[in-house]
């Protein structure tokens, strides 16, 4: 069916040694179908590009390979918003979120470069991230929480994403 919404699109594009690439689309296409079109003019052979996006499906480009990690700090606010409702659940997926944080902010004083930070986040924050998400999961598959309340699909969405999160 025709959309009839209008939505913005924004894609940084960062390799080293290059100056940054914003690139801004209006109109009737998701952000994944946006990226798709830039995508598909990389030049053959380039490694995988690395999208950080929330994980919400029309954010993908669906038929072309990419390094997928979900935004933390969407994932953070969806529970923040939920604290007064749900605050033990909330304040356990925050204290993770607390370490993972302060792994960046140790890579941060030590000036570690992209590729350092991210060995550095695989060792420290990975084992987090990996008991976080399999609380998350818990929490859904024992039905602890109604997977069709705000919290559950907070917790689904966080428990379900890819590889990796980025900060």
């Excluded at 940054?20 to 990226?35: K, M, Q, R, V």
């Excluded at 008991?131 to 069709?148: S, T």
Aim: proline fraction near 6%; charge should be neutral.
């Amino acid at each position: 069916p025709e959309r009839t919404g209008v939505f913005t699109s924004g894609i940084l594009s960062r390799a080293e040694g290059r100056p940054t690439i914003a690139l801004f689309f209006t109109g009737p296409y998701h952000a994944g179908e946006n990226l798709r079109r830039v995508l598909a003019q990389r030049q053959a052979g380039l490694p995988l590009p690395i999208q950080m996006c929330d994980g919400l499906s029309r954010n993908m480009p669906h038929d072309l390979r990419v390094i997928l990690v979900y935004c933390l700090v969407h994932a953070r606010r969806n529970f923040v918003e939920l604290v007064d409702l749900f605050e033990t659940e909330v304040e356990y997926v925050l204290e993770c979120l607390k370490k993972v944080y302060l792994v960046d902010a140790q890579a941060r004083e030590q000036g570690l470069s992209p590729d350092e930070r991210l060995r550095w986040h695989q060792e420290h924050s990975r084992p987090v991230m990996d008991e976080l998400r399999g609380w998350l999961k818990r929490q859904i598959d024992d039905k602890l929480v109604e997977p069709n309340s705000s919290l559950g699909g907070a917790m689904a969405m966080t428990a379900t994403s890819g590889p990796g999160f980025s900060l």
